[in-house]
């Protein structure tokens, strides 16, 4: 039956594409000429019309994904027609193939696949002869072509199966991975920071600072940098510009009315039953049996999130909206009628009625309609202000003639502050050259700004008295870590015992299971593939940035047999399989087509080519 279902499906995808060629107006019928074959693969022709309709379909397909049509010159940029032909070119060597190898379908077998085809039957389930017929001849083909077609996908189908079947990778392979995955480790770790130092570090004074500057001045870089300068008007600039009438501050509450004035709600959960017998068993167990309402939904295979209905409204409840409304905050009511059935209700919570006033929310709806007013004013200098840029105005003049504000900022691409906040302006920055002219650009805000680039800074060493608290800091925290460190690495021969982190008067951390992929807080980048690296005993200090970390591995943990492995290694095990056998078969496949010696015709490729728009 699975091999029948395989050729049926087959023969739907080649009626399928034959009726696309027919009934789409493409096909060997459009070539001049008497062309029938672009070239031959051992014993085996490769029709034009093949070519074609492969050639074509995966050009629909592309397009179909893209939204935009596939010229066939764009196709041919791709690699698409070399694709296609490659393909049909093993396609055919595996037909001659089968044919050297006598592998083919009986006439029973085709003839009952055939019969089974739904395009091919009638509306009384029967095969229609005349339907078979008359489908095939849309599509521009014999029922002998179309059933040698079906015996030939048929035959390089059983082919492969024999090829690929009983193909399996060593399971060593696929172990080796869940191990390497589900391996555990226990290990005791201990965190030493700035406060855990036994003793204080010494102060430097300026003398060292300058030294660590100078041989660090590496450290101490400034970025590229461009100085530039800037007018900026933002919506907030012209507010007090700004009036609302009180009609459309109305209109806008009233626009608003279900925001500023809703009904009582309820925050519910319901457990619909499927009669009304179930439902009264279900009340009762909860009145006189004992029986909690979470366990009434766990006996339905369901979970609380499963049955929660969220905040509603007395009529969103239809029928029960009475009764769960009339119920307290904890109360399970019910069975009640509703259109899925009988059920239960539980009340969790009470939302009550809101009602705003219309003078209540005056002052934020104000706010929002003036800046939107605000937003649209902008919009409406913009092109004044741009066309006076463009006849020579200055940024300073703008900011003295009009509410532009003028601004200068020292902009690289790490820069975040103040107007470099805005995606807009970084990206206008980022393009920005010398000898640009001020334009008006807009941000995501509604602002509106023009910039001038005044300078270009390269990389460069930032001042020693600039950069004097960098100094101090960075110098401070190599200390910090070098005193951990060899503190740490002081205490290392004391942590072998059980009780070794304790008596070194470490706070130690125990974790147990913990896998490969594990997070574990405040410990260095990573850490955990040192512990993997680690021997049973072992103990390493790790380096953090301002801390240092002392671990002990105490136990190596094989991955277990637990579900979640046992699934992992049968899929693996079924990839690899799989893996394998396709390789395989593109190996044999290779071979197959190279021993079939294929002989393809150019000019017959270019007249198919040339039918393409």
């Given at each position: 039956m699975a091999k029948r279902s395989g050729i049926g499906k087959i023969a739907m995808w080649i009626l399928l594409g034959l009726l696309f060629i027919g009934l789409g107006g493409f096909g060997a019928a459009n070539l001049s000429g008497n062309i029938r074959s672009i070239g031959t693969v051992g014993t085996k022709s490769i029709p034009v019309d093949s070519y074609a309709r492969q050639l074509q379909n995966e050009m629909q397909a592309i397009s179909s994904q893209t939204g935009q049509p596939l010229p066939f010159a764009r196709a041919q940029e791709i690699g698409l027609d070399r694709a296609v032909l490659q393909r049909l070119v093993r396609n055919r060597a595996l037909d001659h193939e089968t044919g050297e190898l006598g592998l083919s379908i009986g006439d029973e077998a085709l003839r009952n696949e055939i019969?089974?085809?739904?395009?091919?039957?009638?509306?009384?389930?029967?095969?229609?002869?005349?339907?078979?017929?008359?489908?095939?001849?849309?599509?521009?083909?014999?029922?002998?072509?179309?059933?040698?077609?079906?015996?030939?996908?048929?035959?390089?189908?059983?082919?492969?199966?024999?090829?690929?079947?009983?193909?399996?990778?060593?399971?060593?392979?696929?172990?080796?991975?869940?191990?390497?995955?589900?391996?555990?480790?226990?290990?005791?770790?201990?965190?030493?920071?700035?406060?855990?130092?036994?003793?204080?570090?010494?102060?430097?004074?300026?003398?060292?600072?300058?030294?660590?500057?100078?041989?660090?001045?590496?450290?101490?870089?400034?970025?590229?940098t461009k100085m530039i300068t800037y007018a900026l008007l933002t919506p907030d600039a012209m507010i007090d510009e700004v009036e609302v009438p009180e009609e459309e501050l109305r209109a806008e509450y009233d626009a608003r009315a279900d925001v500023y004035n809703q009904p009582e709600r309820r925050l519910v959960e319901r457990l619909v039953f499927p009669d009304q017998e179930t439902a009264d068993q279900a009340a009762a167990a909860l009145e006189v049996g004992g029986t909690r309402f979470r366990n009434l939904v766990e006996d339905r295979g369901l979970t609380l999130a499963d049955i929660d209905l969220g905040d509603v409204g007395r009529l969103e409840l239809d029928a029960a909206g009475e009764g769960v409304f009339s119920a307290a905050v904890g109360e399970v009511i019910g069975p009640l009628p509703t259109p899925l059935g009988p059920a239960l209700f539980r009340v969790n919570g009470v939302l009550p009625a809101q009602a705003i006033a219309f003078e209540d929310a005056r002052g934020d709806l104000q706010e929002e309609l003036a800046l939107a007013r605000a937003v649209r004013a902008v919009e409406a200098r913009a092109q004044d202000l741009d066309d006076q840029l463009a006849g020579g105005a200055t940024l300073e003049q703008l900011a003295d003639e009009t509410k532009m504000t003028l601004?200068?900022?020292?902009?690289?691409?790490?820069?975040?502050?103040?107007?470099?906040?805005?995606?807009?302006?970084?990206?206008?920055?980022?393009?920005?050259?010398?000898g640009d002219f001020a334009k008006i650009q807009q941000l995501e805000d509604g602002s509106i700004f023009a910039m001038r680039l005044d300078e270009e800074l390269p990389a460069r060493v930032?001042?020693?008295?600039?950069?004097?608290?960098?100094?101090?800091?960075?110098?401070?925290?190599?200390?910090?870590?070098?005193?951990?460190?060899?503190?740490?690495?002081?205490?290392?021969?004391?942590?072998?015992?059980?009780?070794?982190?304790?008596?070194?008067?470490?706070?130690?951390?125990?974790?147990?299971?913990?896998?490969?992929?594990?997070?574990?807080?405040?410990?260095?980048?990573?850490?955990?593939?040192?512990?993997?690296?680690?021997?049973i005993g072992e103990i390493r200090v790790l380096p953090n940035e301002d801390s240092v970390v002392i671990v002990r591995l105490d136990a190596i943990n094989p991955a277990s047999d637990a579900a979640e492995n046992v699934a992992l290694l049968s899929q693996l095990g079924a990839q690899m399989d799989q893996a394998l056998a396709q390789d395989l078969f593109t190996i044999y496949a290779d071979d197959v087509v190279r021993r079939a010696e294929p002989q393809i015709d150019q000019r017959a490729l270019q007249a198919v080519h040339v039918n393409f728009p």
């Open positions: 019969l089974q085809i739904a395009s091919f039957q009638g509306v009384n389930g029967e095969f229609d002869r005349e339907g078979y017929r008359f489908a095939l001849q849309q599509g521009g083909v014999s029922e002998a072509e179309f059933e040698i077609s079906l015996r030939e996908e048929a035959a390089r189908t059983l082919l492969q199966g024999a090829v690929l079947g009983g193909v399996k990778m060593p399971a060593t392979y696929a172990e080796t991975l869940v191990n390497y995955v589900g391996e555990q480790r226990d290990f005791t770790w201990s965190l030493l920071e700035a406060e855990s130092l036994t003793a204080p570090l010494p102060v430097p004074n300026e003398a060292e600072l300058r030294s660590y500057y100078d041989e660090n001045t590496d450290k101490f870089m400034l970025p590229d601004g200068s900022i020292a902009w690289h691409a790490d820069s975040s502050e103040d107007i470099a906040a805005y995606v807009d302006f970084r990206e206008a920055a980022r393009n920005l050259q010398a930032n001042p020693f008295e600039d950069a004097l608290e960098d100094v101090r800091a960075t110098l401070s925290m190599e200390q910090t870590l070098a005193a951990l460190t060899t503190q740490a690495e002081a205490l290392v021969p004391t942590l072998d015992g059980a009780v070794g982190f304790e008596a070194a008067g470490l706070d130690a951390v125990i974790e147990t299971d913990q896998r490969r992929n594990a997070f574990i807080t405040n410990t260095p980048a990573g850490f955990m593939s040192d512990v993997f690296d680690m021997e």
